[in-house]
């Protein structure tokens, strides 16, 4: 099988060391919120509560890692697509980083402005408050609840997306793209 290398022609076929753990530290924190938000549901009230309490600090963290993710991204381009990558999954991946970034940009701004409207502060891991974009509205706070209920599910089938499809790519494919996101 022919390594990343042959497939690009570039031996330098890998995302900036930045761009590496931006992802991994981005995803690990989506994948726990995600884990805080439907493992914690049912549990004590008190045990909820703290756990929301680090979902809603890890929810800001993600918003701040992506805006830099973004800004970093705009001055590094990404390493290329090997040139045997059929052009429906060129489009395909495309579609789903665009995907992402605009998940990772609003799922945390709908709960940042449900919490605003239902004036529940953000503690952001006890170093601040996160102050409110938004004024005290009961109704916008339900509606809000609603939207970021249905992002994080957006969210979660675009994660299991592309694991599966990265996990296709090392095992079944075997043409070398996970390594172009190796932090190692």
């Not at 031996?11 to 919120?33: K, M, P």
């Not at 991204?73 to 429906?88: E, F, I, M, Q, S």
């Not at 599910?153 to 299991?160: F, S």
Request: proline fraction near 5%.
């Amino acid at each position: 099988m022919a390594t990343l290398a042959e497939t690009t022609g570039t031996a330098g076929s890998r995302y900036t060391r930045v761009a590496i753990w931006l992802h991994w530290l981005i995803g690990l924190a989506v994948i726990a919120n995600i884990g805080l938000a439907m493992l914690t549901e049912d549990m004590p009230r008190e045990t909820h509560r703290a756990a929301m309490d680090v979902h809603k600090a890890l929810g800001i963290a993600v918003l701040g890692l992506t805006i830099l993710r973004i800004l970093w991204r705009l001055g590094h381009k990404p390493p290329p697509l090997p040139v045997t990558t059929p052009a429906w999954q060129r489009l395909f991946a495309g579609a789903v980083h665009f995907l992402f970034y605009a998940l990772l940009i609003l799922l945390p701004l709908s709960g940042w402005v449900w919490m605003s409207a239902a004036d529940r502060p953000i503690d952001f891991f006890g170093v601040a408050t996160i102050p409110t974009i938004v004024a005290a509205n009961e109704g916008l706070a339900d509606v809000m609840h609603d939207r970021h209920e249905v992002l994080g599910l957006a969210m979660l089938g675009l994660a299991a997306v592309h694991i599966l499809a990265a996990l296709k790519h090392q095992f079944v494919d075997r043409n070398g793209l996970m390594g172009r996101m190796n932090p190692f």
